[in-house]
């Protein structure tokens, strides 16, 4: 959240009943709802962070790793507690951990920060709730970014709400800085949604424009804004003028010598490789287009659009499609190094939109159904050759995987599976080294990223936020 990332919708993906998950989140919300005054109660600030998860994927190249965290290993996994819990709020949105806090925005709309050791609430604003049209009803699925103010020199969180608008947050209080417009969705249609993650770098901030579910389909964007004022600074639309198509629905990377690298979603069902459709494309940080690569027209399937975001790792840009192949493509070239088969396509829950976890030496995947050994499992947790794709373990979950996996510097991954099956969908810990699941942490819908900060685990479902930690 990827999320980037993704989108539900009963007539693209296959959700049953369009709306049915957001009316039962929209349910939930009304019974919580009423709890949020006597939540709010404001509170000290907590001590500085040492180490921390800023933004969605960990950072503008997207590694989704964190060296220094060590304290959880394969051999202390079984010791991990929870140390607190905030329920009643279902989550989309991954955790950001930053200043000895922990900021996350909610299905229902609030954005809330809370005190990353205790877990008490000590800030909400509200940032919108798009209510079921024509698209099933969501409220902040992007994650968050925390990140300095240049000119100010405050920290300051930025996200996108429901209400199509990005947010600059003072980190300490939640106060509005300043907000831009991304795109006012409408009150008749459900055309606009945010689903991409804010990525800032180098003083810009980076967001793709994106439809709720393809009804209607929406024209396609990635906009560039100051990130000292929110100031537009740059836009590049991914179809021509008066057609659709191309939505962003993924969050943007940063290469460290400034490149953008963005992926986009299909064009119309009669011409779904309209423009810059289901393509991996490269910008200047002034959003000038350097380079493209765009699926062959033979592995186009139904849904075959990037909702994967991009990863960095070593010479490589690469990313999951829908159809099941994750993409490596040279980046100084744009041209396919590899090209692997890694998941299921589109079906019951969506097709591969899961960005790997990258070390700097492993590349780690997850994605939906797989075969092992003559056995079918609806998820899988997996490592592959940097240079090849190759194969290098794979194991098998219950369950589907849409949210990214994570890796600490201890040797653990945290991965979490979403989809409906009779089996519970869980958060699970597997050792990096060999695949093997260590622990099935927590139950629950899993779309967010788990994030490694302060020697902690946090993680966020639809039945709220946790935090472990190794018990004392």
Request: with cysteine.
């Amino acid at each position: 959240m990827t999320i980037p990332r993704a989108r539900w919708s009963n007539r693209r993906c296959g959700w049953g009943a369009r709306g049915a998950v957001a009316a039962v989140t929209a349910a939930i919300w009304v019974l919580v709802a009423p709890t949020l005054s006597a939540l709010a109660a404001p509170g000290l600030q907590p001590g500085g962070a040492t180490t921390g998860w800023t933004s969605y994927l960990n950072g503008p190249t997207h590694s989704s790793y964190s060296a220094s965290q060590t304290a959880i290993t394969p051999a202390t996994v079984k010791i991990l507690v929870r140390k607190w819990h905030a329920g009643g709020h279902p989550y989309l949105a991954s955790p950001t951990v930053a200043d000895g806090a922990v900021f996350i925005g909610s299905d229902g709309g609030w954005f809330f920060k809370f005190n990353a050791t205790t877990g008490k609430l000590l800030h909400r604003v509200y940032i919108g709730f798009q209510r079921h049209k024509t698209c099933g009803a969501f409220g902040t699925v992007d994650t968050a970014t925390v990140g300095t103010d240049p000119e100010t020199g405050q920290s300051t969180v930025y996200v996108a709400g429901a209400n199509g608008y990005l947010y600059a947050l003072s980190a300490q209080n939640l106060h509005i800085e300043w907000r831009s417009v991304i795109a006012i969705p409408s009150t008749v249609i459900s055309n606009y949604f945010d689903w991409s993650s804010p990525t800032v770098a180098n003083g810009r901030i980076y967001v793709g424009v994106a439809s709720n579910c393809d009804d209607p389909l929406i024209r396609g964007q990635l906009i560039a804004y100051s990130q000292a004022t929110g100031k537009k600074v740059a836009h590049f639309f991914t179809v021509p003028r008066g057609d659709i198509g191309g939505s962003i629905w993924s969050t943007v990377a940063v290469a460290p010598n400034g490149d953008v690298f963005a992926t986009t979603g299909n064009g119309p069902e009669d011409d779904q490789l309209l423009g810059y459709s289901e393509s991996i494309l490269k910008f200047n940080s002034r959003l000038k287009l350097l380079g493209q690569f765009q699926i062959p027209a033979r592995q186009v399937d139904h849904d075959s659009d990037f909702g994967g975001s991009p990863v960095l790792f070593g010479r490589y840009i690469g990313a999951c499609n829908k159809n099941g192949i994750f993409y490596a493509l040279r980046q100084s070239t744009m041209r396919v190094a590899w090209e692997q088969t890694v998941s299921a396509p589109a079906g019951a829950v969506t097709g591969c939109i899961v960005a790997p976890a990258y070390d700097g030496h492993h590349l780690f995947m997850a994605g939906l159904g797989v075969t092992i050994h003559g056995v079918s499992y609806r998820g899988s947790i997996q490592e592959r050759d940097l240079a090849t794709g190759k194969l290098i373990w794979e194991t098998g979950l219950p369950n589907g995987v849409v949210g990214s996996p994570t890796l600490d510097g201890g040797g653990v991954i945290a991965v979490g599976t979403y989809d409906y099956s009779a089996v519970p969908n869980a958060t699970y810990l597997v050792e990096a080294r060999t695949g093997k699941i260590l622990r099935k942490l927590v139950d629950g819908m899993d779309f967010a990223q788990s994030v490694w900060a302060d020697d902690w685990l946090y993680t966020a479902n639809a039945g709220g936020l946790s935090a472990w930690g190794l018990r004392d």
